[in-house]
């Protein structure tokens, strides 16, 4: 007859239980995974089996779960993993970033919806390129990164009684990223539409009968739709970039 014994049961939670809560606090996050129309079942279905594919190549310490170590060592993995899924979301606020900038230099500021993804209000062009990063990322394996990532943490961070705190000057660094790259994506788009509204405002002085509200918007949309879809396969180069620079500050944000 086969006999668990309480100190076996003990062993087999904790082996399991510290790298699924960073697991988890990672998916929570990350995109692709923590999209709201997926599942919170299916969610935990994915942190389990990513769990147990791990857990051969990890080391768990013995903790014990009910104590004030335990719940510190529990927390301490939450935050590791929340942290980690923010470095990849900021990837995609950047790409989000740069469409909202293309969609509001086209005139199409008026074509905004809620984006559960986001939690707010964003306009169409910014959806088109968020939904068209998430592809390249997962046709670059991106998925795959984030799950190496993951296994290569328990090695850069080991799980121990020992506390992390967070690399505030990373996080900044991650906060100008922002900026600067969903600016240098969205160049071309700008730059094209700048010189087209000048050339609208040359032709509305040259010629004043021109209806300029009636023609220029068109003109804008058609310019702003053009260049996107000439800047289409340009997008894959920054955006693998960006990925690689992910999978170190990944590990980067907690010291």
């Known amino acids: ?15 399991l239980l510290w790298p699924l809560i960073r697991v988890l606090g990672c998916i929570a996050v990350i995109p692709l995974f923590s999209h ?10 994915i942190g389990i ?46 790409v989000e970033m740069a469409g909202f900038m293309m969609g509001m230099s086209m005139g199409l500021g008026f074509a905004s919806f809620y984006d559960p993804q986001a939690e707010g209000q ?48 990373a996080i900044a660094s991650l906060g100008g990223h922002i900026f600067s790259q969903g600016l240098l994506m ?3 788009v700008i730059a094209s539409l700048l010189i087209t509204n000048m050339a609208l405002g040359i032709l509305t002085k040259a010629a004043p009968q021109f209806n300029i509200f009636g023609i220029g918007f068109p003109i804008t949309i058609g310019v702003g739709l053009l260049m996107i879809w000439l800047s289409l396969p340009a997008m894959v180069q920054p955006i693998n970039h960006w990925l690689i620079d992910a999978q170190q500050q990944m590990l980067q944000v907690l010291q």
């Open 1 to 15: 007859m086969l006999t668990i014994h309480a100190a076996d049961l003990q062993v087999w939670i904790v082996q």
């Open 122 to 169: 964003t306009n169409a062009v910014a959806q088109f390129v968020t939904m068209l990063s998430l592809l390249i990322f997962i046709s670059l394996d991106g998925h795959l990164i984030v799950v190496a990532v993951m296994l290569q943490s328990f090695e850069t961070m080991p799980i121990t009684t020992q506390h992390w705190q967070l690399n505030s000057q």
């Open 36 to 45: 709201p129309a997926i599942p919170q079942r299916i969610k935990l279905a």
């Open 186 to 188: 969205s160049l071309p």
């Open 49 to 94: 089996v990513i769990t147990l594919a791990i857990l051969p190549g990890i080391q768990v310490p013995a903790i014990e779960v009910l104590s004030w170590q335990g719940l510190l060592s529990l927390l301490a993995q939450f935050l590791i993993g929340i942290s980690m899924g923010f470095v990849m979301r900021i990837l995609f606020t950047a």
